[in-house]
């Protein structure tokens, strides 16, 4: 199935360090000149703005070289200006586009995209692959404790395939190359293989993580339990008045034996008497 693709001009936020997905209500801090004025001409007439991210985050003052092409239109939900002089903004994600061409602007990143239609693929082939996705999913969550339970419950409600990909995408802990792979991919099915693919990846690595903690734990407990236990054979050692010199003064005594010239068997003797 396919979209009709429609052209026209948006204010363009770069993003650093996070790929906005479709469906996706996020929470962005905004401190750059341009991009503050990029919101503000958003709110001015309550018109929609292209989330891209750029390619490099450590870039402070892009160029439109330095964004991808392809991204999300957004919609400003909340924006609040704190004292510092920064926006805080909350955005929803609506459909992929791509940018066409800049505008020339020099207050803030303009440009000319169209929406990119999805292409769902075999019916039967993405109603199998959704359910592996969240049957992968569930497993994923269970090693990975930084996501809440309740997310599953959202996940099993979705019925659209490509809105599924995107939800469980924006979960995973993938790089931004692979995340911006993620949305780029029109065709529902390749990216729900996609997704099941980097999550068998990250429950590889997870499952790996798991493994050493226990064996860290196991190897802590064995050390505490026996600094534990021969901090008791000191205390009984203590009470029986075989502490610390009682145990030089056999050692000394030893020593003593095994240096005089003693035969075989009156060493013997001597160290069993000791």
């Not at 293989?193 to 690595?205: D, L, W």
């Not at 734990?217 to 008791?232: A, G, I, V």
């Amino acid at each position: 199935m396919f979209e009709t693709a429609r052209a026209a001009l948006y204010p363009v936020l770069p993003l650093r360090d996070i790929v906005v997905f479709p469906h996706m209500i996020v929470p962005l801090f905004v401190g750059r000149e341009k991009s503050v004025r990029a919101l503000e001409d958003v709110m001015k007439d309550d018109k929609q703005i292209l989330l891209v991210t750029q390619k490099n985050a450590a870039q402070d003052d892009p160029s439109t070289s330095d964004i991808y092409t392809v991204g999300t239109i957004g919609t400003v939900l909340q924006l609040l200006k704190l004292p510092d002089g920064t926006v805080k903004v909350l955005v929803e994600g609506g459909q992929r586009a791509r940018i066409v061409r800049f505008a020339d602007n020099d207050a803030f990143f303009q440009a000319d995209a169209e929406v990119i239609g999805e292409k769902a693929g075999a019916n039967q082939e993405i109603e199998a692959l959704a359910r592996t996705v969240v049957t992968q999913f569930e497993q994923y969550i269970k090693l990975n404790k930084k996501i809440p339970p309740e997310v599953l419950v959202s996940i099993n409600q979705i019925d659209d395939p490509g809105k599924l990909a995107d939800t469980v995408a924006s979960h995973l802990s993938l790089k931004i190359p692979e995340k911006q792979e993620l949305l780029e991919t029109e065709v529902v099915s390749e990216r729900l293989e996609k997704v099941f693919g980097y999550m068998e990846g990250e429950i590889g690595v997870l499952q790996v993580e798991k493994r050493i903690r226990n064996r860290v734990k196991r190897q802590m407990e064995k050390t505490q339990r026996e600094y534990y236990l021969n901090e008791q054979l000191k205390a009984i050692q203590k009470e029986l008045g075989e502490g610390e010199d009682g145990r030089d003064e056999m050692a000394e005594l030893e020593d003593k034996i095994n240096k005089t010239k003693f035969t075989k068997e009156a060493r013997d003797k001597a160290i069993a008497e000791l």
